[in-house]
């Protein structure tokens, strides 16, 4: 008898437990935050790396006293000294702060 080959079984499917989140506009889905970004405390900033799925991060973030100002001069390094994040993480998360600080023009 012939084996019967499905070609979906060579397609590499995605992990549904992704560690990278799409990024969400903070004007939008983060109704909550009223304020501009760099003017968010400690507390919305830990709101906003939940909301990312960061939560793991968010209350060293706090500890650490990041608000918003402080939040848009993280960069890699940081995230992977003083939070032990590791490199591509930091550098998704890099990237959503920084279309946050720029959000794209409609």
């Given amino acids: 008898s012939t084996a019967v080959v499905d070609s979906s079984d060579f397609i590499p499917r995605r992990s549904r437990r992704s560690t990278h989140r799409k990024h969400v506009g903070h004007r939008t889905e983060l109704g909550?935050?009223?304020h501009k970004p760099s003017q968010w405390d400690a507390?919305?900033?830990?709101?906003?790396?939940?909301?990312?799925?960061?939560?793991?991060?968010?209350?060293?973030?706090?500890?650490?006293?990041?608000?918003?100002?402080?939040?848009?001069?993280?960069?890699?390094?940081?995230?992977?000294?003083?939070?032990?994040?590791?490199?591509?993480?930091?550098?998704?998360?890099?990237?959503?702060?920084?279309?946050?600080r720029h959000p794209p023009t409609s």
């Fill in 32 to 34: 909550t935050f009223t």
């Fill in 43 to 100: 507390e919305e900033v830990s709101q906003f790396l939940q909301l990312q799925g960061y939560g793991q991060y968010s209350e060293s973030f706090s500890n650490n006293e990041i608000d918003g100002q402080s939040m848009f001069l993280l960069r890699e390094h940081h995230l992977m000294e003083r939070f032990q994040m590791k490199l591509g993480p930091a550098l998704t998360l890099i990237n959503i702060i920084s279309r946050l």
